[in-house]
């Protein structure tokens, strides 16, 4: 908690401001009564006009300075809650984009989104509340004791008896809501799990006539949800009553012996009229408390999911000792009895592999799936370090040097073409910083989407919608292409990236390509796109089964030989 309250740090004087205003209208709040035992005892009983007059306009100069006092306060709490919600809300996301993959299999997706959503806004509301009115309750609490041990100690006591009891009460009920408030954000998760998988999956679903099932899968999320919130709702709704009775007890002692002692002379009226004031509005103070205690309990829960994302350690750094000025100069890629398994599994993805890639050359790996094609790329940016050997760049292992400096020098399409909304100019210039319109349009040609980029209503300028809805599988595929073109990479890798491509129109990106001097690893399942590259390596099981060219497998590999004629028997077949 607070570490997350360690955010409010730049508005510390907003903060004290928002608090002094606070304690002012708080101030005024607690000398009313006394002032109203005045305008009674020095004014109304012995008949005296001026004393009433003089003690009413100190009411009202008073009720107006309350007023000023809290209005500005509102302003400083909206301020300074707002500010502290969008800090950490940066913080949060900041720290998740340098997550690594083991990072993200810790936390869903779905969990991180209501992370930086929901439970935000409620450490921010309760920021918010504390600013205005946490603190006043349990301080007009206090204020409300001492001013009326200050008008009579006697009928005080009686008052504040219960008190105690009251205060062990709140902290059980505290500790116990926020239990159960880490319940009901953790259901929040799951709700939003369903709602974020039923929105992207939402083709399949109607594709698979599935809508009965995902509603009945939603419907169990959100009815644990309601649950758990009634659940945690309801031991916060017996707060409030059983604080109202016992204080009303309180409030009966002190008439009870106030009209007693009224007789004997030991007490005034107007000091009875004020204890019972007092009394009153500790009474609502300590409804306000119970509702704030509900805030409070669910604003720790909420701070606790936080601070478990913020110090969460990063498996995936730069060294200490990277040398900022080591990059990609050339695109050698050299993998050295290369380990790999996937953090949490046992099993090797990649398994003591080793090649060499020369600078410029063009490579197809090939494979049946599963065989550790993707891991074998993901190892190049570095996306995961490896468990074993070295994958080496330039004769440099990747971990010596910057990951910023290894990664702007790679034009990375991975299998599924992810696309952002915005334009198609947005999502190409995304490849890189600084792309002109010329560097975008280049690598659209070269790509293989300018002639559809020209068909389109508003051709560069036209709106994707999410993931690029509006565009086909294989309009996506190039796009993504034009994307990591547009940097003019030293390494391009391209991850079954025109398997939704026509043979043509591959031939003529295949050929585009060739004006790129980058190095080139094309992951494919066709073997017609293999045979243009300068050596293929074919896997197995995370295991490098054989290297060469196109002639040289015909001859040698059994497995090369079976997927050539395959594949020659279904083109022949297509073309019949
Ligand atoms: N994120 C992951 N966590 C754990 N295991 C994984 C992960 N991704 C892949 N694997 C496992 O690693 C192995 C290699 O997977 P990889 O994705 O590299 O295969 P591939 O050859 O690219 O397959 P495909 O052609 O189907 O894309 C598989 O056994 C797979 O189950």
Known sequence: MLKVISYLKPYRIAVVIALILMLTELGVELVQPLLMAKIIDDGILVNNLSAVMKWGGLMIGFSFIAFAAGVINSFYAAHVSQSF??????????????????????????????????????????VFMSLRIMLRAPLLIIGGLVMAFVVNVK???????????LFVFLIWVMNKG???????????????????????????????????????????????????TVTALRIMEVTMPVLLFIMNLSIIGVLWFGSVQLNTGEVKVGEVVAIVNYATRITAAFSIFSFIIMAFSRARASSNRIVEVMETPIDLLDRRDADSSLGVKEGKIEFKDVMFQYPGTEASAIDRMSFTVQQGQTIAILGAT?????SLFQLIPRLYDVNGGQVLIDGMDVREMRMENLRKQIGYVPQE???????????????????????????????QIYDTI??????????????????????????????ALVRKPKILLLDDSTSALDRRTEAKLLQALKAYTCTTLI????????????????????????????????????????????QSREESRNYA
């Open 85 to 126: 919600g969008f800090d950490v809300r940066k913080a949060i996301f900041e720290k998740v984009q340098s997550f690594s993959f083991a990072n993200f299999n810790q936390f869903p997706a779905s969990s991180l989104i209501t992370r930086m959503t929901n439970d935000i806004t409620q450490i921010q509301n309760t």
């Open 155 to 165: 009928l005080a006591l009686i008052l504040s008896a219960v008190i105690p009891f």
């Open 178 to 228: 926020g239990e159960l408030f880490k319940n009901v954000q953790e259901r929040l998760d799951s709700v939003n799990g369903v709602m974020r998988e039923t929105l992207t999956g939402i083709r399949l679903i109607k594709a698979f006539i599935r809508r009965k099932y995902e509603v009945s899968r939603f419907a169990k999320a959100n009815g644990e949800l309601k649950d758990r």
């Open 370 to 374: 599963g065989s550790g094609k993707t």
């Open 417 to 447: 073409a992810l696309l952002f909304s915005g334009s198609v100019k947005e999502n190409i210039g995304w490849g890189k910083e600084d792309a002109s319109m010329e560097d975008i349009i280049e690598a659209a040609k070269d790509a």
């Open 454 to 483: 020209k068909k389109l209503p508003n051709q560069f300028e036209t709106k994707l919608g999410q993931k690029g809805v509006n565009l086909s599988g294989g309009q996506k595929q190039r796009l993504s292409i034009a994307r």
């Open 523 to 566: 992951i494919t399942q066709k073997i017609s796109t293999a045979m243009e590259a300068d050596q293929i390596l074919l896997l197995e099981n995370g295991r490098l089964l054989t290297k060469g060219t196109h002639d040289s497998l015909l001859e040698t590999s059994k497995l090369y030989n079976e997927i050539f004629s395959s």
